[in-house]
């Protein structure tokens, strides 16, 4: 389980759309333009497919104007298909803002993840201040659709705790961090919450 709370600020590149699920429910369909940060310096434009229910389009009704910039606020989903992310959003809130606004993604990431084979450790950053890195992937999807999305993790921590072993099972919170290398997207957490999980019967398999 991979949920991201964000606030989006983008360019409206095609406008709303009503469109039918196939359980037959109504929705608004827009696709924003936005940008991500690229490690090798500069950014990145990617697309981003926004929806909202007929019931509740929360202002995703009103973005008919290609070009326009917006800013929305909800729920940011991942997809992997092969080895490339994509990004689709839950919208909870949108409305026109100032070209000024620069466009970009934040917000925070929850994650229930099994982590990597490879130890976390301390070690020293600016200021003599400590640190650790680790990985930790969730599975995504059902069925032959399953897919397996890694996350980097950053936390400002003096020791490793003990439930830190080999693919634990863990619920993580903390800041969303997204960068492109080359082609690729990757996803990046500064962790503020690190607690061992407990799985139960209704938790998707690892």
Request: aromatic share 8%; with cysteine.
């Amino acid at each position: 389980m991979i949920k991201a709370e964000v606030s989006v600020v983008g360019t409206v590149m095609q406008a709303v759309q009503l469109k039918q699920s196939q359980q037959g429910s109504r929705f608004y369909s827009v696709t924003i333009e936005t940008e991500v940060a690229q490690k090798e310096g500069g950014v990145r434009k990617v697309l981003i497919g926004v929806t909202a229910p007929m019931e509740s389009p929360v202002g995703v009704e009103r973005l008919v104007n290609v070009g326009q910039r917006v800013t929305l606020s909800g729920t940011l989903h991942f997809r992997k298909v092969q080895e490339n992310l994509y990004m689709n959003m839950s919208a909870k809130a949108a409305a026109p803002v100032e070209e000024t606004i620069p466009m970009g993604i934040s917000g925070t990431l929850e994650m229930l993840g099994k982590l990597g084979s490879k130890m976390p450790e301390v070690r020293q950053g600016k200021n003599n201040k400590s640190f650790m890195n680790f990985s930790a992937f969730s599975g995504e999807g059902e069925g032959e659709a399953r897919t397996y999305i890694w996350v980097r993790f950053v936390r400002f921590a003096s020791e490793v705790e003990t439930f830190f072993v080999p693919k634990a099972l863990l619920l993580m919170k903390g800041t969303l961090e997204l960068q492109y290398f080359k082609d690729s997207l990757s996803i990046s957490c500064r962790v503020s919450e690190v607690a061992p999980y407990q799985k139960t019967d209704k938790d998707a398999p690892f």
